[in-house]
């Protein structure tokens, strides 16, 4: 069974920094694609950032420049860099990982249980 956990949400003021890690445990053969969505409150849940097992990033448009992805394979950890928050990061954040649990074994989705981001003076 794979279990991801994340941390690093909270009450930040506009223009601070937050940094976001989701770690993945249990029984993990490979992690191909590690990403972040975001849900804020009344919309749908949308794509954040990925990042795939060879480093290739990409990055939703509103976050560009501001936030950053990165991974430690070793950890089986994504985390994300959040800066120059704005309210309208307000969301609930959500890491995803696509996990193979064996060598012939399809990747599955797995997802966090969520961290709340709140950006406000």
């Known amino acids: 069974q794979v279990q991801l956990v994340e941390s690093g949400g909270g009450l930040v003021q506009p223009g601070g920094s937050l940094r976001l890690s989701c770690a993945a445990s249990?029984?993990?053969?490979?992690?191909?694609?590690m990403g972040w969505y975001r849900q804020p409150p009344g919309k749908q849940r949308e794509l954040v950032a990925r990042i795939t097992i060879g480093g290739s990033t990409n990055y939703a448009d509103f976050v560009k420049g501001r936030f950053t992805i990165s991974r430690d394979n070793a950890k089986n950890t994504v985390y994300l860099q959040m800066n120059s928050l704005k309210p309208e990061d307000t969301a609930v954040y959500y890491c995803n990982q696509e996990i193979r649990i064996g060598l012939h074994a399809v990747p599955v989705d797995y997802w966090g249980q969520g961290t709340q981001v709140t950006v406000s003076s």
């Open positions: 249990g029984r993990i053969y490979s992690i191909n694609v």
